[in-house]
C-alpha cells in the first residue's frame, strides 16, 4: 500500500449520512489537538494494544531517517485507553492531511466512562504500509526516538508528551511508560512518577 494514504481514506465511506462522527484518539491526537471539535471525553477500545511501530517520514523523522510513532496491533483482550473526540464530518480532510503517512481510517467501537458505547473512526496504520518498521524492543524503540527528529520536532517529545497526557488520563500503558523510562535516561532527565 502507498504510504500517502489521502486518496485511499477519501474513497472509504465510513460516514453514511451522518454529519458528526466520534474519532478515537491513541497517539499525538491525544495531546496536540489542532481540529474543530464539538465534544471530547476518554475512551477505551478493546482487543487493540498501542504500540511504537509505524515509521514517521513527515512528522517526527523523514523519508530517510524516519522516527517511531504508534499504530494500533490487534491482541485479544487487550484494552487501549485514549480520548474521543465527537467532530463534524468535515474535519477529516485535515485530519487526512495530518495522518497520512501510512494510516487509513477504520470503523471501532469505543466505550467511555460511564459504560456507555459509540461506534466510530480511528486512525489505524496496519503492517503492510511502507512506512511500518514493526516491533522492537523497549530499548532500540527509545534508542532509535532519541536519534529521530522531523518536520513537527523531535521524536522524543511525541513520546514524552504522550506519556503525560495519558498519566493526566490515568491510563496505564507499560509498553509507553517503559520507553519514556529509558528516554529519560538516555536524555538524562528525572523520570516522572507514575500513574
Ligand atoms: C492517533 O493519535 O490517534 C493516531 C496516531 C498519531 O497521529 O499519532
Not at 20 to 31: A, D, K, M, P, R
Not at 67 to 80: F, K, S, Y
Not at 148 to 177: C, I, M, W
Request: proline content about 4%; overall charge negative; some cysteine.
Amino acid at each position: 500500500m502507498s504510504v500517502n494514504t489521502i486518496e485511499a481514506n477519501r474513497n472509504r465511506n465510513l460516514f453514511g449520512d451522518h454529519d458528526e462522527v466520534w474519532l478515537f484518539g491513541y497517539g499525538s491526537l491525544i495531546y496536540l489537538v489542532d481540529f474543530p471539535y464539538l465534544e471530547a471525553k476518554p475512551a477505551t477500545i478493546r482487543g487493540w494494544s498501542r504500540r511504537f511501530w509505524q515509521g514517521s517520514h513527515d512528522h517526527r523523522g523523514t523519508p530517510e531517517n524516519p522516527g517511531r510513532v504508534v499504530t494500533l496491533i490487534e491482541e485479544p483482550g487487550a484494552i487501549c485507553g485514549g480520548l474521543a473526540f465527537r467532530v463534524e464530518v468535515a474535519v477529516f480532510e485535515q485530519l487526512d492531511e495530518r495522518e497520512k503517512n501510512g494510516y487509513l481510517r477504520v470503523a471501532t467501537e469505543m466505550t467511555f466512562d460511564d459504560g456507555s458505547t459509540a461506534t466510530g473512526v480511528t486512525y489505524l496504520a496496519t503492517a503492510d504500509n511502507e512506512a511500518y518498521l514493526g516491533e522492537a524492543s523497549e530499548l532500540e524503540i527509545a534508542q532509535h526516538i532519541c536519534r529521530s527528529t522531523g518536520p513537527s520536532g523531535d521524536n522524543s517529545d511525541y513520546l514524552l508528551d504522550l506519556a503525560k497526557a495519558l498519566r493526566e488520563l490515568g491510563q496505564q500503558d507499560d509498553h509507553v511508560f517503559e520507553i519514556e523510562t529509558h528516554i529519560c535516561k538516555i536524555l538524562d532527565d528525572p523520570a516522572p512518577s507514575a500513574v
